[in-house]
C-alpha cells in the first residue's frame, strides 16, 4: 500500500505536472521490443510540444497541422496527451478519427494501455464500449470521454457531441477528408482549453490537408498567424533513423555528403538515408521528407523534374510589389494605372527595362467556376518571370489586366489561350483593344484552312501536349528565373494522369491555371522578336484603346 507521502505526492502530480512531466512517470508504453517504458518525449514530439505550449501560453485555443515521416511518434504523442486530458480533466471530451478500423483499434489499444498501466491509486473507474470504434467514459468525479471512431462515414462522426480535444489521424486518407474533418471540427468550441490535431505524412500536393498546410505557411510568409498552425516535423530529428557503416560499403558520393552539408547530418544518418532511397526510390522524400514542400511536391508521378522543383523552391522571392491596374477614363482614352494592394492578384517581381523585350501568356477563366484566371510577363532577355497575375475576376477585367500590363511592358507580345471563353476575348484583345502584338499562330498544319494565321493559340490535345513538353525542357534545365511561389506550387501538383505518361494536369484538388499561362508566354519567347518588327514595320502605333 502506498504511504501517505506518496500519495500526496501523486495528488499533486496529477494536480500540477505538465504533460512531459505527467507522461514521464506515470503513463507507460511499448517500446521497439514490446518492453513497456516511461513515455518520454523524444526529440521529434517535443518539435510538436513546443507549438502546443506556445499557444497554450498566449491564451489560445490550440489547432496544429503536423506533417512527418514515417515511424516518428506522433500518434503516440497525441493519443498520450488525449489520454492525460481524460485522466486528469473533469468533463474533457476526446475523440480520434482514423481511416482505418485497424488503425482505430491501434490508436485506442495506446489509451487502453496507458489506462491500465496507471498506479492503482490513480487509475479512475470506468466504463467501455462504442458501436463503431472503441469507447471509454471516466466514473465520477471526472465524467472525462474519450473516442476512437473511423472516418468511413463523415456525416456521423462526431455529430451530436460537443468535443475538447480531437487527433484526425492520416487525415488525407479519409474517404472525404474536408467533410469529416469540418463535420469534426464544428464540434470543438472555440475555447482556450481545446485543442485539434491534424497529423499525416504528406499524401500528394493536393487535398484538403495539403490546403491547410499551405494557407498556414503562406500566412506565416506574411508575418501571420494561421487560425491552424502548420508543424512539420523532419526525418532526422527521430534518433534512431541512423546506421552504422557496412562492410566493404562505399564512402558517401558528392551528392550525398552535400545532402549532410545542407541539412547538418551525421555520416549515419546519411548511410541510413541511403537504405530508404534504395527501399522507396523517388517516393523516399514522401515518406522521409528533410522539408515540408519536399513532402508534398514529390508526392505523385511529378511531371516536372524533381531536382527542378527542389532549385525553383530555394530561389523564390516576394514580389516587390502587389495589387492590380485601375482603369481611368481621359480625353476619351482608356488608361490603367497600377495601384498597390499586398493582397493584390498582380506580383509585381521586376518593374520594365526600356531595352528588353517581353512576353505575356495569358489563360482565361469564366470568374465563376473553380479555376483561375493567370497573366504571366516573362522578360525574354533577362529569362525570367518579371510579373505575374491569378485570380477569379471577371474575363473583360482580367484582358484588361493583361493589356495594361503590355503597354507598361514595352508593348509584350500576348499570347491569350483562344479556346472557349479566349475565342470571344482574343477578338476584344484584337479588335476592341486595338492590340495588335498578339501571337499568332504560323505553323501550316494550324492555318491551312484559312487565309491568314489566327490570334492566339488554340488549346486542344495535341497541341497541349506539345506546349508542355516545350515549357518542361526549358523548366527542367532550370534555364528560366521562376521567382513567383504560387507558379512553383502548381509546378510541384502538375503531375501525369496516366500511366503512360501522354496526359499530365493538376493533381485531384490542385490547379495548373498558371502552369499554363507560363506554357504560352514560353511559346511566346521565340516569336516575341519577330513578331515585334513585323507589327512595328506594317502598321502604326495604335492608341492605348
Given at each position: 500500500m502506498s504511504s501517505n507521502r506518496e500519495l500526496r505526492e501523486l495528488g499533486e502530480m496529477v494536480a500540477t505536472a505538465s504533460f512531459p512531466k505527467y507522461s514521464q512517470a506515470l503513463i507507460k508504453i511499448e517500446d521497439e521490443g514490446g518492453a513497456l517504458v516511461p513515455f518520454k518525449l523524444n526529440e521529434a514530439q517535443r518539435v510538436v510540444w513546443s507549438e502546443v505550449t506556445r499557444q497554450q501560453e498566449q491564451g489560445r485555443p490550440v489547432r496544429v497541422a503536423i506533417c512527418k515521416g514515417r515511424?516518428?511518434?506522433?500518434?503516440?504523442?497525441?493519443?498520450?496527451?488525449?489520454?492525460?486530458?481524460?485522466?486528469?480533466?473533469?468533463?474533457?471530451?476526446?475523440?480520434?478519427?482514423?481511416?482505418?478500423?485497424?488503425?482505430?483499434?491501434?490508436?485506442?489499444?495506446?489509451?487502453?494501455?496507458?489506462?491500465?498501466?496507471?498506479?492503482?491509486?490513480?487509475?479512475?473507474?470506468?466504463?467501455?464500449?462504442?458501436?463503431?470504434?472503441?469507447?471509454?467514459?471516466?466514473?465520477?468525479?471526472?465524467?472525462?470521454?474519450?473516442?476512437?471512431?473511423?472516418?468511413?462515414?463523415?456525416?456521423?462522426?462526431?455529430?451530436?457531441?460537443?468535443?475538447?480535444?480531437?487527433?484526425?489521424?492520416?487525415?488525407?486518407?479519409?474517404?472525404?477528408?474536408?467533410?469529416?474533418?469540418?463535420a469534426v471540427l464544428a464540434t470543438v468550441p472555440d475555447h482556450p482549453d481545446t485543442s485539434v490535431f491534424i497529423e499525416s505524412t504528406a499524401k500528394g500536393a493536393s487535398g484538403w490537408f495539403y490546403e491547410v498546410f499551405l494557407e498556414g505557411m503562406n500566412a506565416l510568409s506574411r508575418g501571420e498567424e494561421p487560425e491552424i498552425m502548420p508543424v512539420f516535423v523532419p526525418w532526422y530529428l527521430t534518433e534512431r533513423y541512423t546506421r552504422s557503416k557496412r562492410s566493404g560499403e562505399p564512402d558517401l558520393t558528392p551528392a550525398e555528403l552535400e545532402f549532410q552539408k545542407k541539412y547538418n547530418l551525421t555520416e549515419g544518418q546519411v548511410r541510413w538515408y541511403r537504405d530508404q532511397r534504395t527501399r522507396y526510390g523517388d517516393r523516399v522524400t514522401e515518406e522521409y521528407p528533410s522539408e515540408w514542400r519536399e513532402a508534398f511536391l514529390s508526392s505523385g508521378m511529378s511531371f516536372f523534374d524533381r531536382e527542378a522543383l527542389a532549385h525553383y523552391r530555394d530561389n523564390r522571392r516576394e514580389p516587390l510589389k502587389r495589387g492590380r491596374y485601375r482603369t481611368t477614363k481621359r480625353d476619351g482614352k482608356t488608361r490603367g494605372a497600377f495601384q498597390q494592394d499586398w493582397q493584390g492578384p498582380t506580383h509585381i517581381f521586376a518593374d520594365p527595362d526600356k531595352d528588353h523585350s517581353y512576353v505575356i501568356g495569358v489563360d482565361f477563366a469564366s470568374g465563376r467556376a473553380r479555376d483561375h484566371s493567370s497573366i504571366i510577363v516573362l522578360d525574354k532577355d533577362a529569362r525570367s518571370i518579371c510579373a505575374t497575375h491569378r485570380s477569379k475576376m471577371m474575363p473583360e477585367d482580367v484582358l484588361a489586366e493583361a493589356v495594361f500590363?503590355?503597354?507598361?511592358?514595352?508593348?509584350?507580345?500576348?499570347?491569350?489561350?483562344?479556346?472557349?471563353?479566349?475565342?470571344?476575348?482574343?477578338?476584344?484583345?484584337?479588335?476592341?483593344?486595338?492590340?495588335?502584338?498578339?501571337y499568332r499562330e504560323t505553323d501550316p498544319s494550324k492555318v491551312r484552312f484559312h487565309k491568314a494565321a489566327r490570334f492566339g493559340w488554340a488549346t486542344s490535345n495535341s497541341t497541349k501536349a506539345w506546349l508542355l513538353e516545350e515549357m518542361a525542357m526549358i523548366v527542367n534545365k532550370k534555364s528560366i528565373e521562376i521567382p513567383d511561389t504560387r507558379i512553383i506550387e502548381e509546378m510541384g501538383t502538375f503531375v501525369y494522369l496516366d500511366d503512360e505518361g501522354k496526359l499530365a494536369g493538376a493533381g485531384e484538388g490542385a490547379y495548373d491555371d498558371m502552369v499554363m499561362g507560363m506554357a504560352f508566354a514560353i511559346r511566346g519567347l521565340s516569336a516575341a522578336a519577330p513578331m515585334q518588327r513585323f507589327i512595328d514595320r506594317k502598321r502604326p502605333k495604335r492608341p492605348e484603346r
Open positions: 515511424q516518428q511518434g506522433m500518434s503516440t504523442l497525441l493519443q498520450m496527451y488525449l489520454a492525460w486530458k481524460m485522466f486528469t480533466t473533469p468533463g474533457a471530451r476526446c475523440l480520434t478519427v482514423s481511416h482505418t478500423l485497424a488503425s482505430v483499434h491501434s490508436l485506442y489499444d495506446k489509451v487502453e494501455r496507458a489506462w491500465s498501466e496507471l498506479p492503482e491509486v490513480l487509475r479512475p473507474e470506468r466504463d467501455t464500449g462504442g458501436e463503431r470504434g472503441r469507447r471509454m467514459r471516466m466514473a465520477d468525479p471526472l465524467r472525462s470521454f474519450y473516442r476512437a471512431d473511423s472516418a468511413h462515414d463523415p456525416e456521423s462522426v462526431g455529430r451530436g457531441m460537443t468535443l475538447h480535444h480531437v487527433h484526425l489521424s492520416e487525415a488525407p486518407q479519409f474517404r472525404q477528408p474536408e467533410e469529416t474533418a469540418q500590363l503590355g503597354h507598361a511592358y514595352n508593348r509584350a507580345l500576348i499570347v491569350p489561350e483562344r479556346s472557349g471563353i479566349g475565342v470571344t476575348l482574343v477578338d476584344r484583345l484584337v479588335h476592341d483593344w486595338g492590340y495588335q502584338n498578339t
